[in-house]
């Protein structure tokens, strides 16, 4: 996922378009599992590219465009929802050392608005960590940059966001199958 | 290794990351037990699942377009980039250091607290450059402990859950001054003044801050131990107060 020799230099509208066509889709994907809003996640990556427009003249390492794109979106995000609400605050448990084994069968029949919805369950801590996990754009020392937390958080957050999906999906995976919204 | 420590760590394994030493012997570990070999092999066909259905999450039409309708080219002074303007900036920069070196070596300089508080505040205010662009506020601070600026300060909490902008050194006097900004977000910073109170004669002497007007700018200053803070930003005293106290 190397795109970033020139990057630093983008400066006409040209180089604009090229870095939105390479990123605005993942950053989009990483805005929804974020926000569960197609609105808002339209609105946050947006919003990613104009400040990226603004000051991403002023950034010297050309290796850290993306990286630099995802950790901007993720602080809007928490900007955002800082004004909005006060989340608690949530203690990380501990990975659950009897795993739930979930079936093949039963895997294959989770789509897209399912994994997402079963996202948002998770604990708070672990969604960013788990959802950039997915997404497979960064290495866990990019993920741990982007959200401003140690790799060894960023590994645990992991392993135990992955733990708790998988109970949720084996406990419970469409709780609200009759009402849910198909996004896209 | 154990088994409950092994599934810890293939749960974040990634296909291909087996050059990273954690992975290797939990895979190691897995071909040893069976049983955990079997809760592997279910765990990537999960892994895999998720895997696809993330990249699957569909992207609106158009929002590429929107994008690109929205844009605004930054103001960018590429021409400061080309050789003949680089050298005329450099001979005009001369003459100025110059002329600025005469007046400030001059006995009856304004060495006042009040006049470093305008110099700083107007700085943020007329456009300035950050010597470090970075959300990462230890990067920040890490970098003007590299450069003999002083990293030693401390933020009032709410400072400290600011994501950062960046930073740079200033000079006063011949003295470093740690500029620190903050992205408050919409497009407005918080930037903090960190300078030796040794090297403002009539600093405040006490912690708590005080605030004056400085062109659209609010400021806030005070002193803790050997050094003296200024904060600036947009708003009035209120808004510049929140960021100083939970």
């Known amino acids: 996922m190397a795109h970033n020799d020139n990057d630093s230099r983008l400066a006409t509208q040209q180089d604009f378009e090229l870095l939105v066509s390479r990123y605005y889709s993942t950053l989009y994907q990483f805005a929804f599992s974020l926000t569960r809003n197609e609105d808002d996640a339209c609105d946050l990556t947006q919003q990613t590219f104009y400040t990226w427009a603004r000051k991403g003249h002023q950034l010297r390492d050309a290796s850290k465009v993306k990286t630099w794109l995802f950790t901007t979106l993720y602080h809007e995000f928490l900007e955002k929802r800082r004004r909005q609400v006060r989340f608690p605050h949530h203690e990380l448990s501990e990975v659950n050392q009897d795993l739930p084994s979930i079936a093949p069968a039963t895997v294959n029949e989770l789509d897209s608005a399912t ?70 | 290794m154990d088994s409950r420590l092994a599934k810890e760590i293939l749960l974040r394994y990634r296909p291909g990351t087996t050059s990273d030493p954690e992975f290797a ?56 980039q080309q050789p003949a303007f680089q050298a005329l900036a450099a001979a005009a920069a001369i003459v100025l250091l110059s002329v600025v070196a ?60 600011l994501p950062g902008d960046g930073g740079a050194v200033l000079r006063w006097h011949n003295k470093p001054v740690s500029m620190v900004c903050f992205d408050l977000g919409n497009h407005n910073d918080l930037f903090l003044f960190v300078a030796s109170r040794a090297d403002l ?36 005293e209120q808004f510049v107060r929140s960021y100083l106290s939970p």
Do not use: C
């Open chain 2, 201 to 236: 004669p009539d600093a405040p002497s006490t912690s708590e801050p005080q605030f004056t007007q400085i062109g659209k700018l609010t400021a806030a200053s005070w002193s803790t131990g050997d050094r003296t803070y200024v904060l600036a930003g947009p708003g009035d």
């Open chain 1, 115 to 184: 994994v997402l919805q079963s996202l948002a369950r998770l604990d708070e801590t672990f969604q960013a960590p788990v959802a950039l996990f997915y997404l497979e754009e960064h290495s866990y020392k990019e993920i741990a940059d982007i959200l401003g937390i140690p790799l060894g958080t960023v590994k645990s957050r992991i392993s135990r966001g992955i733990a708790q999906l998988q109970q949720i999906l084996t406990r419970d995976p469409w709780p609200h199958a009759a009402g849910r919204r198909r996004h896209g």
């Open chain 2, 102 to 161: 005469f007046f400030w070596s001059r006995p009856r300089e304004d060495r006042s607290f009040a006049a470093f508080q305008s110099r700083v505040v107007r700085n943020a205010q007329r456009g300035y450059v950050m010597d470090i662009t970075t959300t990462n506020l230890g990067e920040v601070r890490q970098y003007l402990a590299t450069q003999g600026a002083y990293a030693d300060y401390v933020l009032p909490a709410p400072l400290e859950k």
């Open chain 2, 25 to 80: 012997e939990a895979l190691e570990e897995a071909k040893r037990d069976p049983e955990l070999g079997r809760w592997f092999a279910q765990h990537q066909a999960f892994h895999n699942t998720i895997r696809e259905r993330f990249k699957q999450l569909p992207v609106p039409a158009g929002l590429k377009e929107e994008i690109l309708a929205g844009y605004r080219p930054a103001v960018i002074p590429v021409w400061w």
